[in-house]
Every structure is written in C-alpha cells, then in structure tokens.
C-alpha cells in the first residue's frame, strides 16, 4: 500500500506561482513513475506532468513552459512547481503514482486562481 498527500494548493491571482507537494508514504520501494494530474470542474481528468524513473518528463502542451515537475526521492516527495498561472489552471490537483501494477491516487489539492 502506498498512501499519497497532496498539499500546497490555494487561491491565487492570475501570474501568480504556486508549489504543489506530494508526499509518498508507506511500500514505497517499489515506487516507479510519479506524475501530476488534474480535474477542472465539468472535465476530465488529465495528465499534467509526468516523471519517469528513467526516462523523458512529460509535460501538457498547455503547461510547457509554465510547470516543472521535480522528485526528491530522499524524502519520497513530488512537486510541482506552477509558474505565470492563469485561470484555466484552476482545478484539483491529484498525485499519482503505480507500485507493483497498482494505481494510487491521492484525494487531491484545490488550485484557484482568479483573473
């Protein structure tokens, strides 16, 4: 079991910057990619940001340039560093990662952010 805990999300002004953090607890040995996902009201679920164990980060097209996804595997933490944010940012932010073939989720962070 893994267990996943978002933080770091709030209501913030258009331009602003916000640090997302993921902490990972519990079997996390067999941690592989971790990513960041996210839920505007009335969409889907999608893919932001994605950090392999080996291999190329993956960013949305509507957030290249803007976020960086970052690891410290010391402190089994993921972040998500949100930069020049604008409204059609505003959603829940959700930590996942995969163990063993399992998915877990986190229950997710609400990012605002006002024009």
């Known amino acids: 079991q893994v267990q996943l805990v978002e933080s770091g999300g709030g209501l913030v002004q258009a331009g602003d910057s916000l640090r997302l953090t993921c902490t990972a607890s519990?079997?996390?040995?067999?941690?592989?990619?971790m990513g960041w996902y996210r839920q505007a009201p009335g969409r889907e679920r999608e893919l932001v940001a994605d950090?392999?164990?080996?291999?190329?980060?993956y960013y949305a097209d509507s957030v290249k340039g803007r976020f960086t996804i970052s690891r410290d595997n010391a402190k089994n933490a993921l972040y998500l560093q949100m930069n020049s944010l604008k409204t059609e940012d505003t959603a829940v932010y959700y930590c996942?990662?995969?163990?063993?073939?399992?998915?877990?989720w986190g229950k997710g962070t609400l990012v605002t952010v006002s024009s």
């Open positions: 996942h990662t995969s163990s063993l073939g399992i998915d877990y």
């Open positions: 519990g079997d996390t040995l067999c941690i592989s990619a």
């Open positions: 950090l392999p164990s080996g291999g190329s980060t």
